[in-house]
């Protein structure tokens, strides 16, 4: 019998049998019945703030977006550490009609997964190996009112049950392992999705939102760390009768022994630590050519830097000799500022000039 709980002739049965079990053990339950589910009062506020811009049943494959090349968002969780500084967004890099086009870009400005995702009245697509893009067939379901049966990423099939209620597609749908969650999603117009409210049967909660990105995200760096202000950055960078050509190599080593996400989390820590420094090129693919802070924009040298794994050690390196303004004067900081960074970590990091 428990083997047959989650298909889809028992998962109705399934919402009365485990919320009894929870009211037994007075944890308190929230209900997954979607047709009596009380709308949420923060959820009814996203819709009466995007009054007249909510996609419903009705104008969903009418409405018309006015997004334009260049629009950047992330949904994200509220209060969380990626709301205020995303590791990647996804950016609109081509539009063909109704299709909308998404590439993923990180922080640094790099643009991976070209216009991998594809939207069209909300119904998402993916980018495949051979060219073509392939309908999501859980994002499908998610605009079925009624039940709708998919296949998860392991092949087995689940089920979604949805209902539509001023401005609101309410799902009642899997989690997890054989666990089951009531959402609340909000989109708008333009197909893409604006808010969404998650509840757990023990009364758990989780909300997101839409979150727009500004131009500047992946073109321009925020930095105050590498240097204290723009006079210091360009004597350093640029106004000196010292100015040379130069190659360098900043090296991190003693990795040995630390796990794989850790060589993984200071590689990034290295590919920020250059893009914030003003008076090194950007990282190799990146769009990011300038950094800002406390008022101040400051035009990164040309050039490109890569960042490797070497040896059992991480390197940023040089393409070729830039020009610098007081190459010792930039040493001497920036070596402070290595040690500063990496050392308490018990990382040897150092810097190494070409020839």
């Not at 999603?185 to 939102?209: A, F, I, M, N, Q």
């Amino acid at each position: 019998m428990l083997s047959n709980l989650f298909r889809k002739d028992y998962f109705k049965t399934l919402y009365i049998s485990s919320c009894s079990l929870m009211l037994l053990s007075l944890t308190g339950c929230v209900s997954m019945n979607i047709k009596d589910a009380n709308i949420p009062s923060n959820v009814k506020r996203i819709v009466s703030q995007n009054n007249g811009q909510i996609l419903t049943p009705e104008n969903r494959l009418t409405a018309k977006h006015n997004l334009e090349v260049g629009y950047q968002y992330r949904v994200l969780a509220l209060d969380s550490e990626e709301e205020q500084n995303p590791r990647y967004i996804h950016r609109l890099t081509k539009v063909d009609g109704d299709f909308l086009y998404f590439s993923t870009v990180d922080k640094y400005g790099r643009e991976s997964f070209k216009d991998y995702e594809r939207f069209r009245f909300g119904q998402l697509s993916k980018l495949k190996k051979n060219n073509s893009y392939k309908a999501d067939d859980y994002n499908h379901c998610l605009f079925t009112i009624g039940e709708c049966a998919y296949k998860n990423f392991f092949g087995k099939e689940q089920v979604i049950e949805t209902t539509f209620r001023d401005g609101v597609w309410i799902s009642n749908e899997p989690y997890g392992r054989d666990k089951r969650q009531m959402v609340f999603r909000v989109y708008k117009t333009d197909g893409l999705p604006l808010y969404e409210y998650s509840v757990w049967p023990e009364g758990t909660t989780l909300e997101k939102r839409r979150v727009e990105i500004d131009h500047s995200y992946g073109y321009v760096f925020d930095v105050n760390k590498a240097f204290r202000g723009m006079p210091v950055a360009r004597s350093v960078c640029v106004d000196s009768k010292k100015t040379r050509r130069v190659g360098v190599e900043i090296k991190l080593e003693r990795l040995d022994g630390k796990a794989l996400t850790k060589h993984s989390r200071f590689v990034s820590h290295l590919e920020e630590f250059v893009t914030s420094d003003p008076c090194m090129p950007s990282l190799f693919g990146s769009s990011i050519n300038q950094v800002k802070g406390d008022g101040w924009i400051f035009d990164k040298p040309e050039g490109r830097i890569i960042v490797d794994t070497i040896n059992g050690g991480i390197s940023a390196y040089t393409v070729a000799p830039f020009t610098m303004g007081n190459f010792e004067q930039w040493y001497s900081l920036t070596s402070k500022r290595l040690r500063e960074h990496f050392e308490p970590e018990g990382i040897k990091a150092y810097i190494k000039v070409d020839p």
